[in-house]
């Protein structure tokens, strides 16, 4: 069984916890760098980036949060968490971010999107002040668009969305990290709190 990491320091982790549940992983809440051991994969759910920002900070998550993804770790980052992995912010992918993208009138809507690589027809998106990739790198992979914009993108083993696949209940994405390399090979962490 995976041990799936999700930072909780603030935002909807929880829906990202269920629906791990419900595909057979082991969700289990970071809030300090010890909460990084073992972890086969990582999420970083939306939220508030400046908020987060603060909080890994304080914590001092940054940089073993890097080493995990530098290790290979199959990482999912929504909305917020895209932010936090853009070169601004933990520079874990080559992408620029542009927050609150989609303008005051349509802070908040849903799309269905096509995504390159996930079968079985278009995501059912939620996007709540969201925002898009502004610009990116060569090594990035374009999954899906809004309106020409960039929001869903893939580096290696990171994959970050501008939505929250998780309100819609649409488990695909999560089961795309599951199936990721690397992912179940370390040894499960039974007996650890979720
Ligand atoms: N607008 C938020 C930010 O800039 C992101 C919103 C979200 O994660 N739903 O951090």
Redesign the pocket.
């Known amino acids: 069984m995976a041990t799936v990491g999700i930072l909780a320091l603030q935002?909807?982790f929880e829906a990202h916890a269920k629906l791990l549940e419900g595909l057979g992983a082991n969700p289990c809440e970071v809030r300090v760098p010890e909460d990084l051991d073992g972890l086969d994969a990582l999420i970083i759910?939306?939220?508030?980036?400046?908020?987060?920002t603060l909080g890994i900070e304080r914590e001092g998550l940054a940089g073993p949060i890097r080493r995990l993804i530098d290790q290979g770790a199959p990482v999912l980052g929504?909305?917020?968490?895209?932010?936090m992995l853009d070169r601004d912010h933990l520079g874990a992918l080559d992408i620029s971010t542009r927050?609150?993208a989609f303008g005051r009138q349509l802070r908040s809507f849903e799309a269905d999107v096509e995504l390159a690589g996930v079968e079985g027809g278009p995501i059912h998106a939620v996007?709540?002040?969201?925002?898009w990739v502004s610009e990116h790198g060569s090594e990035v992979e374009v999954l899906g668009r809004v309106d020409q914009h960039p929001v869903a993108i893939r580096q290696g083993n990171v994959l970050a969305v501008s939505f929250?696949p998780e309100l819609a209940g649409d488990a695909r994405l999560h089961r795309l990290l599951l199936s990721s390399n690397g992912c179940g090979a370390s040894p499960s962490r039974s007996g650890r709190p979720t």
Not at 45 to 52: A, F, I, K, R
Not at 78 to 83: E, R, V
Request: aromatic content about 4%.
């Open positions: 935002g909807d759910p939306g939220g508030e980036s400046t908020v987060m929504t909305c917020a968490g895209m932010i927050r609150n996007f709540i002040r969201a925002p929250h």
